[in-house]
């Protein structure tokens, strides 16, 4: 499975941004799929992550309210849209795929085993 993540970039406070991470290789339809974010001199934190159902979705606390993250199996994409951005939100933005994956462990980077390179988020202040 590749996983190619784009749609990152500059955008001021209060701006939104929608990422976007094609997957290819495999359908991902019974995948849980989730976002990370890692900003300089940070650990890798989780975002965002969509149950195989593609109903069910999870998010930090940090986030919620303001990301909304989907999944279209038809297309093997999965997204981020992220409204109402902060120089906080400022990071590497990963997306993951397991086929494994238990709702325990969803939050948990290393649990992962597919990963896309990565998109740069920048809000400015």
């Known amino acids: 499975v590749q996983l190619q993540a784009s749609g990152g970039g500059l955008v001021q406070a209060g701006g939104s941004l929608r990422l976007s991470c094609a997957a290819s290789g495999r359908s991902f339809r019974n995948s849980v799929m989730g976002w990370f974010r890692q900003a300089p001199g940070k650990e890798r934190e989780f975002v965002a992550a969509?149950?195989?159902?593609?109903?069910?979705?999870y998010y930090a606390d940090s986030v919620k309210g303001r990301f909304t993250i989907s999944r279209d199996n038809a297309e093997n994409t999965m997204y981020l849209q992220m409204n109402g951005l902060r120089p906080e939100d400022t990071a590497v933005y990963y997306c993951?795929?397991?086929?494994?994956?238990?709702?325990?462990?969803?939050?948990?980077?290393?649990?992962?085993?597919?990963w896309g390179q990565g998109t740069l988020v920048t809000v400015s202040s």
């Open positions: 993951a795929l397991d086929f494994t994956l238990i709702l325990s462990s969803i939050r948990m980077s290393r649990q992962y085993e597919y």
């Open positions: 969509i149950w195989r159902n593609g109903v069910n979705t």
